[in-house]
């Protein structure tokens, strides 16, 4: 399925300006297209992206201004090319898993050697082919020498400093990594020492962040609230 496959031409036969109509018309072929219903009327070079975040294939179509990211080229320049939050082998256009729970993309992002070292586990590559990158492949991550990357986000300082650490398009609590660490169980972690008042994070998840937090501002083993204003508090 293609997103954004706007049959321009199939609706323009006869090179008039398109009016509002036309477009109307465009966009309704283009639901069906979505929905597998069809593909026709589709022309030009690959542009879009398929559902999944998989890149436009074949004909392509017209959507937006990114390019299809599926070459050797695009899937290692560090660069998210077609704007869907995934650059290079992070990509599904580079790198996806079959039926079958083996790699399948671009050579760039598949290797054949084992992903056990920090600096393979750090690279952007399916060292070993199973469908897994660095932080989300458990060779680097619960294997006998431990964790291999230290910026796995595995931990509750990583979990929550708003920072994508690993560099897989997902920060913090959408990192599937930090399903366990307790600043994404529901309820967060205690917000009641001076360290967590004002780390700038709503450790524990009630809407409200520091001082704003009235387990802060009204704790009297914090301190730093004392002189920061807290009227809005809860």
């Known amino acids: 399925m293609r997103y954004g496959c706007v049959p321009i031409e199939k609706n323009n036969k006869k090179g008039r300006r398109m009016k509002a109509r036309d477009y109307l018309l465009a966009g309704v072929v283009g639901v069906f297209t979505v929905w597998g219903i069809s593909s026709v009327g589709c022309s030009g070079t690959n542009r879009g ?12 179509g017209v959507w937006g201004s990114k390019i299809a990211e599926n070459t050797d080229e695009l899937c290692r320049n560090g660069k998210d090319d077609d704007g869907n939050g995934f650059k290079d082998c992070y990509d599904k256009g580079c790198l996806t898993r079959n039926d079958a729970g083996k790699a399948t993309g671009v050579s760039a992002c598949i290797g054949n050697e084992p992903e056990d070292t920090p600096e393979k586990c750090s690279d952007g590559i399916d060292n070993d082919g199973n469908g897994y990158i660095d932080c989300a492949d458990f060779s680097c991550t619960k294997g006998d020498a431990g964790v291999l990357n230290p910026n796995c986000e595995l931990t509750d300082t990583l979990c929550g400093d708003g920072v994508d650490n690993d560099g897989n398009g997902y920060t913090d609590c959408k990192d599937k990594n930090c399903a366990k660490s307790a600043k994404c169980l529901d309820g967060g972690v205690p917000e009641n020492t001076n360290e967590l008042c004002s780390d700038g994070l709503d450790n524990d998840n009630d809407g409200y962040v520091d001082c704003a937090d009235y387990d802060c501002s009204k704790n009297a083993n914090v301190s730093v609230c004392k002189d920061a204003g807290t009227t809005d508090a809860k």
């Open 49 to 60: 992206l398929t559902d999944g975040g998989v890149d436009a294939a074949a004909d392509g």
